[in-house]
């Protein structure tokens, strides 16, 4: 441990392990302090699936260069090696209660329309503890030092100094790069949840299963809604990217179920039971995360905020690593700017940055949207009517934001037929439609 480093970097994610290699690249001095003991072992639940690789997300594309085995961000010129397997993935069906299903993906007789253009994938599934594995060895050229079971505690200020306290060790930097994750106990400390709205807490459960049956090709994703108690909860079925293994995640907004009876009861006793008659559990994850509207300015007293720290509920992995490696060089460039003595400006252009890419186009509230479904539409037989509606395939995407913007306009163009068809069900339906969607969850779920 040095008695002093440029920066300390909190969380061994994505986001944390890309901050580091951009600010160590630089010739800085990083420390990374990371709780787990293990930092490749996953716990956490995660759909592992990189997305949306046939679109741009927070002004970046990226792929996976097959040949070289890496990562690529050709706008940011960022790439990195990832050494594990990864598969494809070109279809996704939402499934309503009574098992009507909507799917965004290409028509079953695509060609590409010009020579040369490709059938994108949607997402890419893979291996989140090779590519943290990966990521980690990345760093062995830079002497970044990594201190795992290092659970940050406390953050106090000496002079110029940040002082952080992680595993009962105090660590000295000029700067501090908190990536640690959703639930952030930085942004906790640092005050920056007085300024946000704490919409919901999700809970989730996910299991590695043998003997899951799709009834689709593999190469889908499948979204289910299924209801406990009443209650809606969700099920997210995705390919691991080799061999028959799924990665099958359940996800509840509703405290009051305690999520794995939840899954117990979907998988054994539902309609969606058939699929799951068969399957062997490999391996099990959880998590919970407060879900917070994201931080506006995220830059404060010297420490910079990324990844899901920053962002509500969650950026994605890809968000996660944009912002990892782009806020990893505004502090490098902050480094030198102090240095050669000119006027700061590098992590200014870093927050006009994420103002105007993230907060300014990308609404949290159609984020929400996604699990807003079972709270906008408030009955089971309501959403298995209006997903019956929509037969056309969707536009091929796994990007949230996009599949809310396709839904929302379908179901402007149905709402004439359901005025005809069903105007019982109308005086319901409207005025959850026109609510933002982290008012009904916030509204729903305190019971109001
Ligand atoms: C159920 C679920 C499904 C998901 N599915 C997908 C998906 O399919 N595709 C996708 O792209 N994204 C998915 N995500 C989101 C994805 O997991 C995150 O966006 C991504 O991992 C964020 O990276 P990060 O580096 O910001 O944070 P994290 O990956 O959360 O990393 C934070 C790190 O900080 C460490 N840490 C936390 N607190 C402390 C502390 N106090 N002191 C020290 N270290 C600490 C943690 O141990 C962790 O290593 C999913 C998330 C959930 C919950």
Not at 188 to 195: E, I, T, V
Request: glycine letters at 8%; a negative charge.
């Amino acid at each position: 441990m040095k008695p002093r480093y440029d920066v300390v970097v909190v969380g061994a994610g994505p986001a944390g392990l890309l901050a580091a290699r951009a600010v160590a690249e630089n010739g800085f001095d990083v420390a990374i302090v990371e709780r787990k003991e293990n930092i490749s072992v996953i716990n956490r639940a995660c759909g592992q699936s990189l997305l949306p690789p046939n679109e741009y997300f927070y002004g970046n594309l990226f792929h996976y260069n097959e040949r070289d085995r890496r990562f690529c961000f050709p706008n940011i010129g960022l790439s990195f090696t990832y050494s594990g397997p990864i598969k494809k993935l070109y279809d996704w069906h939402l499934v309503s209660p009574g098992m009507n299903s909507i799917r965004f993906g290409y028509p079953d007789n695509y060609t590409p329309p010009v020579p040369g253009m490709v059938k994108a994938p949607i997402a890419l599934s893979y291996d989140k503890e090779v590519l943290i594995n990966d990521l980690v060895n990345g760093l062995k050229g830079y002497q970044v030092d990594i201190f795992p079971r290092a659970e940050f505690t406390n953050i106090t200020w000496a002079g110029p100094d940040v002082v952080v306290t992680a595993g009962g060790q105090q660590f000295h930097s000029s700067y501090l790069i908190a990536a640690d994750g959703t639930n952030s106990q930085v942004v906790q400390r640092l005050g920056f949840n007085h300024d946000r709205k704490h919409i919901a807490n999700i809970y989730a459960q996910s299991f590695f299963v043998k003997g899951f049956e799709s009834k689709t090709e593999s190469e889908a994703i499948l979204t289910g809604v299924g209801f406990v108690q009443e209650k809606p909860v969700y099920i997210f079925c995705l390919p691991r990217p080799e061999g028959d293994l799924w990665n099958i995640l359940f996800l509840t907004f509703e405290k009051g179920i305690e999520v794995g009876d939840a899954a117990d009861k979907l998988m054994h006793d539902s309609r969606f039971a058939r699929s799951f008659q068969h399957i062997e559990k490999v391996r099990e994850f959880a998590a919970m995360e407060h879900i917070y509207t994201p931080i506006i300015n995220p830059f404060k007293n010297n420490v910079l905020v990324l990844g899901d720290a920053a962002s509500c509920q969650e950026l994605e992995c890809l968000g996660a690593m944009i912002t990892g490696w782009k806020g990893g060089l505004a502090i490098a460039a902050a480094l030198k700017e102090f240095q050669l003595g000119v006027a700061p400006r590098a992590v200014g252009e870093y927050c006009d940055w994420w103002l105007n890419t993230y907060i300014k186009q990308y609404d949290y509230q159609g984020y929400l949207q996604v699990f807003g479904v079972a709270y906008m539409f408030p009955r089971q037989d309501i959403i298995d009517y209006i997903f019956g509606l929509m037969k056309e395939p969707f536009p091929p995407t796994f990007n949230p934001y996009t599949a809310v913007r396709l839904l929302g306009n379908k179901l402007q163009t149905i709402m004439p037929q359901i005025f005809a068809e069903r105007p019982d069900i109308v005086p319901e339906l409207l005025p959850k439609l026109f609510a933002f969607p982290s008012e009904i969850l916030a509204k729903t779920l305190k019971g109001e």
